[in-house]
C-alpha cells in the first residue's frame, strides 16, 4: 500500500525509484536550454490553483494514444516517448496565446522554446494524465506557422455563449474525440467562463461530462434481453464487463493484484456504483469514468439500456503508470470484442470469473446482490 501512497515519491527510503529508473534509462536526448520542433499538445499542472504553471508538450510525436495502438507500440516504445517528452513550465498565463493555438491545431505546430536553465529529468506519477520524463521552465515560446482548424471546433470555440457541457457534447457529436476535447479545455477554449484548466481535472471532465449526456439518452431506450459477458486486456490491464438487462446502473470493481505497480505484498480492492446520478467524486478516480465511457458509448450505438459490472484486473505486465487512457481504450476493446451472451445472471459471473481468473470478486459487488433479489419487468 506505501506504493500507491508514494507513486515514486521516495517513501521506501530506496535511493531510486525503480520504476523512475526505467524511465529514466529511456530519456536518451541531449538536455538542452532550447527546443525547435514539434509540439502536439499542452500541459497545465493543478499545483497552486487558480496560479497554475503550465506550457507546450514538446515531442516529435502525435500525443495521441489511439495513434500508439495503431502502431502497435508496447508499453516500453510509449515509455521510451514519455520520458523523451518535454514538459514546458511557467505561469501559464504567461503563455496564454500560443498554448490556445497548439491546442487548436488539428495536427501538431512546430515551436521555438528558450528555457531559463537546460531541461532537467523530473517525472512525476499521476493515476489520470501520462507521465512525462522532462520538464523546463519556459522563457520564450513561439509558435511557428498556423493553426489548422477543423470546423466544427471552430466554431464550438468561438460561442462564447455555449457552456462547457454543451461544448463538449456537439464537438463529440461532430467527431472530436475525447482526447482533442481534454486539450480545448485545458487550454482554456470552452465555456462561458474561460480558463485555464488543469490538465487531470480536464481528461476526467470531460469522460464524466461525454459519459453523463450518452446515459441521459440510454436511461430512454429498451433494456437488452439477455445477459452479455465481454473482455479486453491492454498493457496487463484485463476489464470484463457484464450487462445485465434493466434501466441504467454501473459498477466497477478494480483489483490490483500482488507485486504489481502500486500493489506490495498485499492486494488493494476497491469500488464504486451509481444509478443515474454519481454522488461525490469515485475513488477510483479517473479510471472509473474511462470505463463508464466506453461502456456508455457501447450501449447508445446497439440503442439499448442495462447495468453494467465492470472488472479490472491490473497485473504485473503494467509496470509503468500511462494514465487513464489505458482503461479507456482496453474497455473500448473490450466492449467491441464479440461477446457471450448468458442464460442467467449465475452463469454470467461464472463467465466473468473465468476471464478475469478468479472468483472472489463477487464479494465486493453491492449491484450483483441486488440484481438476484430486484424484480423488474424484464422478470415477468
Not at 17 to 33: G, V
Not at 287 to 292: K, L
Amino acid at each position: 500500500m506505501q506504493c500507491i501512497q508514494c507513486k515514486g515519491k521516495g517513501l521506501c527510503g530506496l535511493p531510486v525509484c525503480p520504476i523512475t529508473r526505467r524511465f529514466h534509462a529511456q530519456a536518451d536526448i541531449k538536455l538542452s536550454a532550447s527546443y525547435q520542433g514539434s509540439a502536439p499538445s499542452v500541459f497545465v499542472g493543478s499545483a497552486g490553483y487558480p496560479d497554475v504553471r503550465g506550457g507546450p508538450l514538446l515531442v516529435s510525436d502525435s500525443d495521441h494514444p489511439p495513434d500508439w495502438l495503431a502502431k502497435n507500440f508496447g508499453i516500453d516504445e510509449i515509455v521510451g516517448i514519455r520520458a523523451r517528452t518535454i514538459r514546458g513550465k511557467s505561469p501559464a498565463r504567461q503563455f496564454t496565446g500560443g498554448l490556445q493555438e497548439i491546442a487548436l491545431s488539428a495536427k501538431p505546430l512546430d515551436v521555438d522554446v528558450a528555457f531559463t536553465r537546460p531541461v532537467a529529468f523530473s517525472l512525476a506519477f499521476d493515476g489520470t494524465v501520462a507521465p512525462v520524463g522532462l520538464s523546463g521552465d519556459v522563457q520564450k515560446l513561439d509558435v511557428v506557422g498556423s493553426a489548422s482548424v477543423a470546423r466544427v471546433v471552430d466554431r464550438v470555440t468561438s460561442d462564447t455563449d455555449l457552456g462547457a457541457t454543451g461544448a463538449c457534447i456537439e464537438l463529440v457529436q461532430g467527431g472530436t474525440d475525447v482526447y482533442g476535447i481534454a486539450k480545448l479545455m485545458t487550454a482554456g477554449l470552452l465555456g462561458r467562463r474561460r480558463h485555464l484548466v488543469p490538465t487531470r481535472w480536464a481528461i476526467t471532465a470531460v469522460d464524466d461530462t461525454v459519459s453523463t449526456s450518452l446515459k441521459q439518452g440510454i436511461a430512454r431506450l429498451s433494456p437488452i434481453d439477455e445477459y452479455r459477458v465481454f473482455s479486453g486486456e491492454l498493457f496487463g490491464n484485463r476489464i470484463v464487463c457484464i450487462l445485465a438487462p434493466g434501466d441504467w446502473k454501473y459498477e466497477m470493481i478494480e483489483v490490483w493484484g500482488k507485486q504489481t505497480l502500486w500493489a506490495g505484498d498485499t492486494e488493494a480492492i476497491v469500488q464504486d456504483r451509481e444509478g443515474m446520478k454519481k454522488q461525490g467524486y469515485s475513488p477510483i478516480s479517473g479510471a472509473y469514468y474511462s470505463a463508464r465511457l466506453a461502456v456508455a458509448e457501447y450501449l447508445t450505438g446497439i440503442r439499448r439500456s442495462a447495468r453494467a459490472i465492470v472488472i479490472r484486473h491490473i497485473t504485473s505486465e503494467y509496470w509503468a503508470p500511462l494514465g487513464t487512457w489505458v482503461i479507456r481504450e482496453a474497455a473500448r476493446k473490450a466492449m467491441s470484442s464479440p461477446y457471450v451472451p448468458c442464460e442467467s445472471l449465475e452463469v454470467a459471473v461464472r463467465a466473468a470469473s473465468a476471464r478475469i481468473g478468479f472468483p472472489y470478486w463477487q464479494e465486493h459487488s453491492t449491484l450483483i446482490p441486488e440484481l438476484r433479489t430486484q424484480r423488474t419487468l424484464f422478470s415477468f
